[in-house]
């Protein structure tokens, strides 16, 4: 609290020094009150402003009042002092200018802070995980009809919701609110938060106390943004607070800061804050050395703001506004500040955003990026360039139309790659926010598509439609290739589109499928042949196979 007073103090002082007119002051009226008055009020004002807004204390944050300070001064003052004064204010107002127009100088160093490594495409997805698409709203939704489980429930109301990786187990976190001044005044701390399986659907939400008294609902001295501030002035801060709780469930929150890119213009991630939010303990870490159970130690806000850059500032300021050449516009479908929180196989927490074109009614996608959330770093996929991939909008208008009678929609949209395919994950909701199935459908062929109560369940059928058009079928991340011989006891084929999906089962009672897009001859296959086969052991009822070699035919 010292150091707002201080400041506040120095700012005050300097303003009155640079608006009170000495030179027409006389011996008598300079020991009048008039100067500490003026001082008095300015600090009261500055004080105010700073503690209100609880923006950074530093010295670039005066220069539109060290501005009107000396105008006003140089109005009122005569001879040299005017002189001095008018020079003040002069460069009070180039600063000024530099920094309201640094948004259009920087670009490109925004671009060169944002640039990312770009590949083709992810990995091709496991399909024995079940991924964490439980969606943020059917979460809020299901932890607000458990708020019963909260003491004295009249005083709370449910925070913002947050996935984190805890013991292994993928979950949304939501802390426990004020409901207002008068319940923060009499209830003083808040009594705990929510958890609740982010991959299982059917999961109840648990209720874990945990008092916090330092909250972003409290107030005064006890809200959290103000207490973070007081402990760090001059910091730079982007996004929100977010609660996260280490593998032992005890809850901290975490707040990014950073720095400027020119100016105060533009922003680059840093570190966190850490507070413990029962005792109000802080402590900063740069990105690489913030503890292991925080997975996303930079906000989704300044991930948005780099994904941005990235996109808009290819070829500059001016090109972002007019020839928008090669320009990628970030899309705003994702469910925290425009970007969705995911995870990969080794349950490394990412942002996804998908990039589309800046032009009105198309819904092509030009690429898409994943951002780690502990260390900033980024990959831009560009897709299979010989196709063309519909944005995450787009799937989202197919769901619409898919469910138009029941007035379902989709939300948290989500590229994976699934037997080779770049395919849209999306939950579906109803219009009360309740969670209906699972939707895939194919960013290359909007036509394959399939839905499923379950992700995993939704991934078998998508597989059978991919089978169904011919698709050549990939393997998994994980699923490792296998060789076997056998005799065929059953066969059953169906002819899709220009190919054929040959299913059947060997004498060693597993169940094998083929597509006749990849082996031509597996038409002919019959009960009895004795057969070769390399196939992927996925773990799936009905094995891909890769290779077919029939006896006697090959």
């Known amino acids: 609290m010292g150091n707002i007073f201080i400041f506040s103090l120095l700012a005050g002082i300097i303003s009155s020094i640079l608006l009170i007119p000495l030179s027409k002051m ?62 003040i204010s002069l460069g009070a107002l180039g600063i000024g200018i530099y ?40 979460a809020r939704n299901k932890m607000r009809k458990a708020f019963g489980q909260v003491p004295n429930t009249s005083y709370y109301e449910l925070g913002n919701l947050q ?53 972003p609902s409290s107030y005064f001295q006890k809200n959290l943004e103000r207490h973070i501030r007081l402990n760090y002035p001059k910091n730079i801060f982007y996004g929100d607070v977010q609660l996260e709780i280490d593998d032992d469930g005890k809850p901290y929150f975490i707040r990014t800061y950073g720095s400027f890119v020119t100016a105060r ?22 990105l690489e050395s913030a503890p292991a159970f925080l997975d996303g130690s930079v906000s989704p806000e300044a991930v948005s703001l780099q ?46 955003t998908d990039f589309t074109s800046p032009k009105e009614g198309v819904d092509s996608m030009l690429g898409y990026s994943l951002t780690n959330a502990r260390t900033g770093k980024a990959t831009f996929y560009t897709g299979n360039l010989e196709e063309s991939y519909m944005d995450s909008r787009g ?34 909701l109803d219009s009360n926010g309740f969670l209906q199935n699972y939707f895939i459908v194919s960013a290359a062929n909007p036509e394959i598509s399939s839905y499923a109560e379950t992700p995993n369940d939704a991934l078998k059928k998508y597989k059978v439609a991919l089978q169904r058009e011919g698709s050549t079928l990939n393997g998994t991340s994980k699923a490792e290739e296998m060789k076997t011989s056998g005799e065929v006891l059953r066969v059953y084929k169906e002819r899709i589109g220009d190919y054929t999906v040959v299913s059947f089962l060997l004498n060693n009672q597993q169940n094998y499928t083929v597509s006749s897009e990849n082996n031509p001859l597996a038409i002919y296959l019959e009960r009895g042949d004795k057969v070769s086969i390399t196939y992927l052991d996925s773990g799936e009822d009905f094995l891909p196979v890769k290779k077919l070699s029939i006896d006697n035919i090959e």
Not at 37 to 58: E, M, P, S, W
Not at 105 to 124: G, Q, R, T, W
Not at 265 to 286: C, H, Q, R, W, Y
């Open 163 to 215: 996935i984190q990786k805890v013991n292994g187990q993928f979950v949304y976190i939501a802390p426990v609110e004020f409901s207002g001044f008068f319940k923060w005044f009499k209830g003083e701390e808040t009594p705990g938060y929510f958890t609740l399986s982010a991959t299982d659907s059917s999961a109840n939400p648990k209720f874990v106390q945990s008092s916090m008294k330092y909250t």
């Open 26 to 87: 006389t011996k008598e009226t300079k020991v009048t009150g008039i100067a500490v008055a003026f001082t008095t009020i300015l600090v009261l004002i500055v004080f105010g402003f700073f503690y209100l807004t609880k923006i950074d204390q530093n010295i670039s944050t005066l220069w539109a009042l060290i501005l009107l300070v000396s105008v006003g001064g140089t109005i009122v003052s005569k001879g040299m002092e005017r002189k001095l004064k008018g020079i």
């Open 265 to 286: 213009n533009g922003f680059k991630a840093e570190g966190i804050v850490l507070v413990d939010p029962s005792t109000g303990k802080t402590e900063a870490f740069d």
């Open 395 to 428: 799937a989202l208008e197919i769901i619409d139309k898919k469910f138009i009678e029941k007035k379902w929609d989709g939300e948290m949209p989500v590229l994976y790659n699934f037997y080779g395919e770049a395919s849209w994950l999306t939950p579906v």
């Open 99 to 138: 920094f309201l127009s640094a948004f259009v100088f920087n670009a490109d160093e925004k671009y060169e802070l944002s640039k990312m490594d770009e590949k083709v495409e992810i990995p091709a997805f496991d399909e024995s995980v079940t991924p964490a698409s439980v969606p943020p709203q059917f």
């Open 307 to 352: 994904n941005s850059y990235y996109g808009n500032f290819v070829h500059g300021f001016w090109n972002s506004l007019f020839g928008k050449s090669d320009v990628k516009l970030p899309s705003d479908e994702g469910t925290e500040a425009n970007v969705s929180p995911i995870f990969d196989e080794n349950g490394v927490m990412y942002y996804f």
